[in-house]
């Protein structure tokens, strides 16, 4: 695989799908972009497949899905991968997507082109995440609010926030443990728990962000047990009247999102202070997270679907930027992230 088409996946491809990460790899040292961009974009795919709602039936995206998981883990077949990638895409899909699924053969390719450590990382990473996202198609089997499904308990929703993004705190920590000499010290099994946690504390902000979507796409990853216990249904968080009785039930979990991230803070100071771009990877991640918590936290409208909770672009490139002065200091990322928790912490 030439040099130039492994620039081409790892930026325009890449950053076509996600400019918020593609931002995040581009700042990572050098040796770390090719298994996590790779990771990552693999990922895309098979989450691009298991969306297709306008595809026909859920059977033919779970199939998918698992056809793209099958070639992740052993050697792709050739003719099977062409054939995912022209099923995969149609009148319907984005410029960015079609462009995605073209270059899908040369991303297995450059997968192939890895040393054995990253090359099973990213098998392993992309095949616990796509678990995930069968486990999203199995449990919530329609796609409007006629057909809502709950999670049934808070392991479900905690086992999916491990599959669908704390898998991705463990694959991180070995492959930036295998690469860079600063984290030659790092204990990985106690780092790896920690990532675990950033990547779950990140996952519940955008289940709790994303209450009224999910439910008028039949989703509701709040626990059935909990929600019945507060005299509640999945059907009653659709009436946003009901939304003191369901606080009850989010502000647990907002206050469990705040736990996660006080080890993404131990997570994120465990790196050198010299290894800038290293915490740059991980503050960015770390403070939208909270300062997203923040603002859903302190609002009345959870329940309101007219009700975007989001930190505007405008701050999100302020705080990239304040950053670059604080990424050295402990005590001034302590202070930075101790007052965005402390929102959190008044408003629930």
């Known amino acids: 695989m030439t040099a130039k088409s492994r620039n081409r996946i790892l930026k325009s491809v890449l950053k076509g799908v996600s400019r918020s990460f593609y931002l995040t790899l581009r700042v990572l040292p050098k040796n770390l972009r090719e298994p996590i961009g790779l990771a990552y974009l693999l990922a895309r795919a098979a989450d691009t497949i298991a969306d297709r709602k306008h595809s026909g039936l859920r059977g033919s995206r779970l199939e998918g899905l698992l056809t793209l998981r099958a070639q992740v883990a052993g050697s792709a077949d050739l003719a099977i991968l062409q054939e995912l ?27 192939e082109s890895m040393n054995p450590f990253d090359r099973g990382q990213v098998r392993w990473v992309v ?45 991180w920590t070995n492959v930036t443990a295998a690469h860079e000499p600063s984290l030659s010290h790092w204990d990985t099994a106690e780092m790896s728990s920690k990532g675990v946690r950033f990547g779950k504390g990140l996952q ?47 502000v647990p979990w907002v206050q469990t999102a705040l736990g996660h991230f006080e080890a993404a803070e131990e ?15 991980c503050l960015w991640p770390l403070l939208l997270g909270l300062a997203t918590l923040a603002r859903l936290a302190s609002s009345n409208n959870w329940l309101d679907r007219d009700a975007e909770i989001k930190v505007s672009r405008r701050l999100v490139y302020r705080m990239m930027l304040k950053s670059l002065f604080f990424v050295r200091s402990d005590r001034l990322l302590r202070r930075w992230i101790g007052r965005l928790r402390r929102q959190v912490e008044s408003a629930t």
């Open 85 to 111: 990638a022209a099923k995969s895409v149609d009148t319907l899909s984005s410029p960015k997507d079609r462009a995605l699924f073209s270059s899908l053969v040369e991303s297995f390719s450059m997968l």
């Open 267 to 281: 997570y994120l100071l465990a790196i050198p202070r010299r290894s800038v771009r290293l915490r740059l990877a």
């Open 204 to 250: 519940l902000t955008n289940v709790l962000r994303d209450i009224p979507g999910d439910l008028r796409m039949g989703r509701c990853y709040l626990p059935a047990d909990e929600l019945a216990a507060s005299g509640l249904t999945p059907e009653d968080l659709l009436d946003q009247s009901n939304e003191e009785l369901a606080r009850q039930v989010l």
């Open 127 to 171: 095949g616990t995440l796509t678990e995930g996202m069968e486990m999203d198609l199995s449990v919530f089997q329609g796609q409007d609010a006629r057909h809502l499904t709950a999670f049934a308990t808070a392991a479900d929703l905690d086992r999916y926030a491990y599959l669908v993004a704390g898998c991705v705190g463990e694959f």
